[in-house]
T-cell receptor, first 108, second 114 residues
């Protein structure tokens, strides 16, 4: 989705927090913000989603800007297994529409 | 147990052929989807089915036709394959069509058209 933009790649060190940004400036008021990740040769895997409030689960946290035009996926303590492509997207009645994804590289 | 499964995992075929990819979900979900991932890893939705009815058809050539024999299956038929159809195709399912539903993806089918 051209309207959802993410950095092509980011690098972080193991055991440090990672903040992955996403801009979705034209998201509608009823669309949810979704994050999925994809390991090599696997299908996308659900990470987290939210509408307006910040969300936490066992995998990550999602911080949503007050105007909903951007969000940040937070991995609190990255491990080597978190190295993947992270897709941000909007979820509406027409399904999920993704950005181009951020390739997260974790350095040991 | 695999939640969303696809067959085959790899499919290599010649231009002009007709092929099918099968998808099954054992989650009891009402909605299933097909996504295409191109060589640049861009994921794009192609179709979704809810209770055996097509509810989305993005700008996909009519050579592609989804077929749902029952709620647990959504197969993808492709006629007259072209080089540009080479991609990884992912099936997915969700409990409902709402944007709040999380999606479960299959492992993908890598289609190569020669």
């Amino acid at each position: 989705d051209a309207k959802t933009t993410q950095p092509n790649s980011m690098e972080s060190n193991e055991e440090e927090p990672v903040h992955l940004p996403c801009n979705h400036s034209t998201i509608s008021g009823t669309d949810y913000i979704h994050w999925y990740r994809q390991l090599p040769s696997q299908g996308p895997e659900y990470v987290i989603h939210g509408l307006t409030s910040n969300v936490n689960n066992r995998m990550a946290s999602l911080a949503i800007a007050e105007d909903r035009k951007s969000s940040t996926l937070i991995l609190h303590r990255a491990t080597l297994r978190d190295a993947a492509v992270y897709y941000c997207g909007r979820g509406g009645a027409d399904g999920l529409t993704f950005g181009k994804g951020t390739h997260l590289i974790i350095q040991p | 147990d695999t939640a969303v499964s696809q067959t085959p995992k790899y499919l290599v075929t010649q231009m002009g052929n007709d092929k099918s990819i099968k998808c099954e979900q054992n989650l009891g979900h009402d909605t299933m989807y097909w996504y295409k991932q191109d060589s640049k890893k861009f994921l794009k939705i192609m179709f979704s089915y809810n209770n055996k009815e097509l509810i989305i058809n993005e700008t996909v050539p009519n050579r592609f036709s989804p077929k749902s024999p029952d709620k647990a299956h959504l197969n993808l038929h492709i006629n007259s394959l072209e080089l540009g159809d080479s991609a990884v195709y992912f099936c997915a399912s969700s409990q409902e069509t709402s944007g709040r539903s999380m999606k479960f993806f299959g492992p993908g089918t890598r289609l190569t058209v020669l």
